[in-house]
């Protein structure tokens, strides 16, 4: 069975910084896109970052240039480094798996709280 373990969130002061982490069982995390999404209360699900299985990156208009998304395929993890934290960055954060081949399965973490203060 495939599993998505997250780790890295916490509470930080503005302007600091966090590093997510996800690590992937099973043998299908190179043949994946890996993303990161978060849900603030109320709001919907958005699309923070992802990273295709050749390295090409994706970010969110409010976290670019702050947020770096990266992926180790010797680790079957992704990260995702968040410098600069604003106060509205705060929500739960969820890895996401998607694999390009059939059987193209979706998987999520079970999430991670990430708190920034004022």
């Known amino acids: 069975q495939v599993q998505l373990v997250e780790s890295g969130g916490g509470l930080v002061q503005a302007g600091g910084s966090l590093r997510l982490s996800c690590a992937v069982s099973g043998s299908i995390f190179s043949v994946s896109v890996m993303g990161w999404y978060r849900q603030a209360p109320g709001n919907q699900r958005e699309l923070v970052a992802s990273v295709s299985t050749g390295g090409t990156t994706n970010y969110a208009d409010s976290v670019k240039g702050r947020f770096t998304i990266s992926r180790d395929n010797a680790k079957n993890t992704v990260y995702l480094q968040m410098n600069s934290l604003k106060p509205e960055d705060t929500a739960v954060y969820y890895c996401?798996?998607?694999?390009?081949?059939?059987?193209?399965?979706?998987?999520w973490g079970q999430g991670t709280q990430v708190t920034v203060s004022s």
């Open positions: 996401q798996l998607r694999m390009v081949v059939w059987p193209k399965n979706n998987y």
